[in-house]
Each structure stands twice: as structure tokens, then as C-alpha cells.
């Protein structure tokens, strides 16, 4: 069913059962984001005319697109990225590979530092995790014919380049997620720009870990990296492009909880951190220095979220950070 346009704000609708799931506000791995901070992200519609689309984006930061891949292509990808979990602890037994209803009955602390940088304890699992990112049916998934048209037609570009490294994670429920931050940090190897687009595989519940973005932060973000920039001034080139430089905190994040980036930007104090329920399809992109990080995942029922990071540049950009022009393993230092 194709998603019609309707009025939105960034209020919660106090009528939506996800809204008042949220009154304990939303969580994050470092604390919780008062119910009075949250704010829902503008829905977009596909078929908006191509300068209301570019609009949105130059003005939020973000472009949340309803519907873009068709739902039975993402929930066969999440079938198959859960069968090679069929015969691990994982999956609830019995359970659909569609649904990936977490186990929490068998070993549950084997999984909770999955998310972010974090891999399965299991070496098995970590290992079934790293295959994943080089499995050919994944990598046909992310070069989606409705995800890179979109794409080239909304940047204006003839052709794209989807950089090989990308970020396929599962979060289980109350396991790690990852922290607050903004893409650049992780792609300073290249000046060009560079367009995420992070693609739920599945559907994923306001509390169930989905990306969060911090409303209007693109000049907050920029402002970050060139205070970082200035302090890295002595560095060597290796330490100045690291995102796990002396300036950074561990894993390369801006800061351990929502709080506490309150207290290091406090003009960051009146901005809302926008969230949703994302439906199988949908696609949020964002700018580089947009400032996000993912939920904790208190779905109700159990599910895992399913997601994956990509990242695009226009064909010819000289800028392309080439430190990420291979597929992803958990020792590439990035």
C-alpha cells in the first residue's frame, strides 16, 4: 500500500498507542530521553515533487521516507539474515525468521553487546554476523533498484557509488545500541559528500531501538567537528581522520547519555530528539554532520531490530573516503 501524504508535526499524538508508550520517554544505551524531549519525524511520501523533498531534507537534516522499497523485498532480506541464525540461540524457538522474536531464555547476556561495534559473544554468531556483510543476497538488497533511483533523483546525480563497508547489526531487546554521533566523524578520510541512508529490515516500534535524530542539528554537528578539528591540530594525518582519537570518547561517540550531551552543548538543550515506528520499506537519509544515535530496544514483543548503514557518494567525487572501499570486519580499525 503506497503511503499517503498527511499532515505531521514533531508533538506527539497523545492518541497513538506509541506515543503513550513513551511515557517513560525514550531510551537510549547511556539513559532516557524525557517523554517531553521526544518529537516524531516528518513522514515523506516517495512521490512528493522532487523540490519539497529536497527541501525537507536541506531544512531537517534528515529525509524519512515512507514506503520506498517494496515491504516483501525487506522482509525477505530479514528472512534470510535470520535463517543463518535457524540452528544458534538467537530465535525464539518456533518462532518466524520474519518475526526474529529474540531468545531470552537461552543465555541472554551471549547477545547484549551486539549493536554499534559490538559482536556476538559466540564466536560462531560473530562469525555468521561478519559472512553476512559479503552474503550475495544482502549485497543485491542494499543495491535496491527503488533505493538507488530515489537516491540519484533526489541529489541529482547521473550515477551513484555505494561504499563496499557497510553496516549491517541486529539489537536485541535491552542490549547495547549505538551512541550519540554524527556520520562525518567515522569518514573523515574524504572531503566529498557523502549521503547515508539507513534502512530498517523490518518493522521496528518507537521503543524498539529505531534511529533517533536530534532535531535541526547539521550546524550543531559541523560546529563539533571543527572544534575537534582545531584541537587536532599537532596530529598526525593516521590520528587526525581516527574517530577513536584522544578527542573522542570510546567508540568514537560524542558523548555517554543524553544528559551528559545536554551538559556539553547546552544549546542542544531545546532541541527534540525525533523518533518513529518504521514500517518495512521505509528509508530515512541524513547529512553527514546530522547528530543521531539508536534507541533501546523495549519492543514489546520481543523483536529484533534489523538495520543497515549505507553510504553513497556521486560517481567521479574525488572526495570519497577509500579507507571504506572494503566490506566491513570487525578489525578494519573504523
Known amino acids: 500500500m503506497a503511503y499517503t501524504e498527511r499532515p505531521s508535526s514533531n508533538s506527539l499524538d497523545p492518541h497513538n498507542y506509541a506515543a503513550i508508550k513513551l511515557a517513560q520517554g525514550l531510551g537510549q544505551s547511556g539513559g532516557r530521553i524525557d517523554v517531553d524531549k521526544v518529537g516524531l519525524l ?49 530465535l525464539q524457538p518456533g518462532s518466524s525468521l520474519r518475526d526474529g522474536i529474540f ?60 561504499l563496499d563497508r557497510t553496516m549491517l547489526r541486529h539489537n536485541v531487546p535491552f542490549g547495547m545500541g549505538t551512541g550519540i554521533h554524527y556520520d562525518k566523524l567515522f569518514l573523515r578520510g574524504g572531503e566529498g559528500y557523502c549521503l547515508t541512508a539507513w534502512v530498517p529490515i523490518g518493522d521496528i516500534s518507537i521503543n524498539g531501538g529505531g534511529l533517533c535524530y536530534l532535531e535541526k542539528s547539521v550546524a550543531l554537528g559541523h560546529e563539533i567537528e571543527e572544534d575537534f578539528t582545531t584541537r587536532a591540530a599537532g596530529f598526525t594525518t593516521e590520528q587526525r581522520l581516527s574517530a577513536y582519537n584522544v578527542n573522542m570518547m570510546a567508540g568514537g561517540m560524542l558523548a555517554k547519555s543524553p544528559n551528559e550531551f545536554v551538559s556539553d552543548h547546552p544549546t542542544s538543550k531545546s532541541q527534540k530528539w525525533l523518533a518513529t515506528n518504521y514500517e518495512a520499506g521505509d528509508v530515512v537519509f541524513h547529512h553527514p554532520y546530522t547528530i543521531h544515535a539508536s534507541g533501546r530496544n523495549e519492543d514489546a514483543q520481543g523483536r529484533i531490530r534489523l538495520s543497515t548503514d549505507l553510504r553513497f557518494y556521486e560517481t567521479g567525487d574525488a572526495g570519497m573516503d577509500e579507507r571504506w572501499f572494503k566490506i566491513w570486519d570487525p578489525n578494519d580499525g573504523l
Open 103 to 162: 531468545n531470552n531464555s537461552s543465555h541472554p547476556d551471549l547477545h547484549k553487546g551486539i549493536g554499534g561495534q559490538g559482536l556476538p559473544a559466540d564466536p560462531v554468531e560473530a562469525k555468521i554476523l561478519i559472512d553476512a556483510h559479503s552474503d550475495p543476497k544482502y549485497r543485491a538488497f542494499v543495491e535496491h533498484p527503488a533505493l538507488t533511483h530515489f537516491i540519484r533523483l533526489l541529489m541529482g546525480w547521473k550515477q551513484h557509488v555505494l
Open 42 to 90: 516528518r513522514p515523506s511520501a516517495p512521490a512528493l515533487p522532487l523540490d519539497e523533498l529536497r527541501r525537507r531534507f536541506e531544512e531537517d537534516g534528515y529525509l524519512f521516507v515512507k514506503g520506498l522499497i517494496p515491504r516483501e523485498d525487506v522482509l525477505d532480506a530479514r528472512e534470510n539474515y535470520f535463517n543463518a541464525y535457524a540452528h544458534t540461540s538467537l
